[in-house]
Each structure stands twice: as C-alpha cells, then as structure tokens.
C-alpha cells in the first residue's frame, strides 16, 4: 500500500509567514493551499502553487470560513446558501493561480473549524460538497473517514478519499482531540512515525484512552504550523519510502 503525504501550506498573510513552505514542498506529495480566507493572500497564493507546481506537488484547495483573525478555527453559523458560494469562490481563486503556474486544483480539503464542524453537521456538508460539484463534478475531495462531508461528497458524486493525521490525537470514536484539549497535537517525530507506519501497516491508530481505532486513510496529514514540521514529513518521507509505502499523491491512483 502506498499513502499520500499533505501538509497544510501558503497560510502566511502579507508580510506574516507561519510555517516553511519551501522546505515541505520538497517532502510532501499534495499540498492543501490556504485559499484567502482562513490565510493566504493572492501573492502567497501564487507563490506556492509556483513552487509545487515545479516540485509535481499536487495542489488542493484548503477551504475554510471567512475567518482571517481566527485563523478558521472558530465554529460561524453561516447560511448554506453562503457557504456554497464562499467555497466556490475560493477554489476558484486558487484554480486561477495554480492555471497560471501550468497545473490545476486536483482536490478540496476543508481547513479548521470548517472541517471539524462538517464531520457532523449535515447543512454545512451538504453545501460544501454542492460547492465543490457545482465548480466540477469530477473534483476530488479529501476529508476525514465516516463524516458528514465525504458522505455527502459520495452522493453528490464526487471521487472521496479518506485522511488520517500524523500529528493529532484521536478519541476513541475516531474523531480528532479537540486543539485546546491537553496533548491534542502530538510533536515527537518518534512518535508520530511510529503511530503513522502502523496505521499504514496495521489500519489503526491509538486512541487517548489507549484504545486500537480503526482508520484507513489515502493521505496522512502533516500540519505545516507546528515546529517540528518540517522534520517530522522528513522522517515520515523517508520511512514510508525505505518501506515501499510511498507517499505517492492520492489524486494520481
């Protein structure tokens, strides 16, 4: 089994950088690029889809709310209607960048409080996974195993794959800790590697509560904001490669 590896890149904003997009891009095989509204702006934009366009980094569209002092990790009721159209825009906008640098947007990966919230809630899913065919019916979308949104994805039509994260603590159902719980962002690169070959091997990871979860994931997701990230898709890059396991972008199979 192969496994694609994604971080999380472009989320600077002006003069204000957050993470090392240069180096990540020379490790990861898919990159979900901030689209404007959580982070990034069209000059970061530009830059990165350049970058990894180079690289033959797949692209994505990192979608998320209208959020930029929050950083899209705060929950906004918006209206079905308008989230339909805040993520068309954004795929769009970063579509147009990633064309200019000669490639394409090949998927969509809700960012943050957007991700996490349409794991369960059905309107928001719904309209994300509307947005995403009404821009192109044939998009693939990434999301995390058994929500809302890949359900509604499938219905809609649209190519669904399932991500697991390296770098994040999950509860005994399988959802991901909550960011402000204690211990919900693992950085130990030993442990992360670890965790991560067994759920390649094995299809599990280990809860909070000690407990075996079963995951089976198509990408395994590196978050480009923590210190060690860098380091830690370097470990993971070279283990999953010593171990025949990829990474190999999940949009290619």
Same mark, same amino acid.
């Given at each position: 089994?192969?496994?694609?590896?994604?971080?999380?890149?472009?989320?600077? +904003?002006?003069?204000?950088?957050?993470?090392?997009?240069?180096?990540?891009?020379?490790?990861?095989?898919?990159?979900?690029?901030?689209?404007? +509204?959580?982070?990034?702006?069209?000059?970061?934009?530009?830059?990165?889809?350049?970058?990894?366009?180079?690289?033959? %980094? @797949?692209?994505?569209?990192? %979608?998320?709310?209208?959020?930029?002092?929050?950083?899209?990790?705060?929950?906004?009721?918006?209206?079905?209607?308008?989230?339909?159209?805040?993520?068309?825009?954004?795929?769009?906008?970063?579509?147009?960048?990633?064309?200019?640098?000669? *490639?394409?947007? *090949?998927?969509?990966?809700?960012?943050?409080?957007?991700?996490?919230?349409?794991?369960?809630?059905?309107?928001?899913?719904?309209? %994300?996974?509307?947005?995403?065919?009404?821009?192109?019916?044939?998009?693939?979308?990434?999301?995390?195993?058994?929500?809302?949104?890949?359900?509604?994805?499938?219905?809609?039509?649209?190519?669904? +794959?399932?991500? @697991?994260?390296?770098?994040?603590?999950?509860?005994?159902?399988?959802?991901? %800790?909550?960011?402000? @719980?204690?211990?919900?962002?693992?950085?130990?690169?030993?442990?992360?590697?670890?965790?991560?070959?067994?759920?390649?091997?094995?299809?599990?990871?280990?809860?909070?509560?000690? *407990?075996?979860?079963?995951?089976?994931?198509?990408?395994?997701?590196?978050?480009?904001?923590?210190?060690?990230?860098?380091?830690?898709?370097?470990?993971?890059?070279?283990?999953?490669?010593? *171990?025949?396991?990829?990474?190999?972008? +999940?949009? @290619?199979?």
């Amino acid at each position: 089994m192969t496994i694609d590896l994604n971080s999380d890149l472009g989320e600077g +904003f002006g003069a204000w950088r957050l993470g090392d997009d240069d180096a990540l891009l020379t490790l990861v095989t898919s990159a979900n690029v901030a689209c404007g +509204f959580h982070a990034g702006d069209p000059t970061v934009m530009r830059r990165v889809c350049e970058a990894a366009a180079r690289r033959g %980094v @797949a692209i994505g569209a990192q %979608v998320g709310y209208r959020d930029l002092p929050g950083f899209g990790r705060r929950f906004i009721d918006v209206d079905p209607p308008e989230l339909v159209n805040d993520v068309v825009y954004q795929i769009a906008a970063l579509d147009g960048f990633a064309r200019l640098a000669g *490639t394409r947007v *090949t998927y969509v990966k809700p960012h943050g409080a957007l991700y996490n919230a349409i794991v369960h809630h059905e309107e928001q899913a719904a309209a %994300v996974a509307e947005a995403v065919h009404r821009y192109d019916p044939a998009l693939p979308v990434l999301g995390l195993p058994g929500s809302a949104w890949l359900r509604h994805a499938d219905r809609a039509g649209l190519p669904c +794959f399932q991500e @697991a994260f390296a770098d994040r603590a999950y509860t005994p159902r399988g959802t991901l %800790v909550p960011r402000r @719980a204690s211990g919900a962002v693992l950085h130990d690169p030993e442990v992360i590697v670890a965790r991560s070959l067994r759920l390649v091997t094995e299809g599990v990871v280990q809860a909070v509560d000690g *407990t075996d979860v079963p995951v089976r994931a198509d990408s395994l997701c590196v978050h480009g904001d923590t210190p060690s990230a860098v380091e830690i898709a370097r470990r993971l890059r070279d283990t999953l490669t010593r *171990t025949g396991h990829g990474p190999r972008p +999940f949009t @290619a199979r």
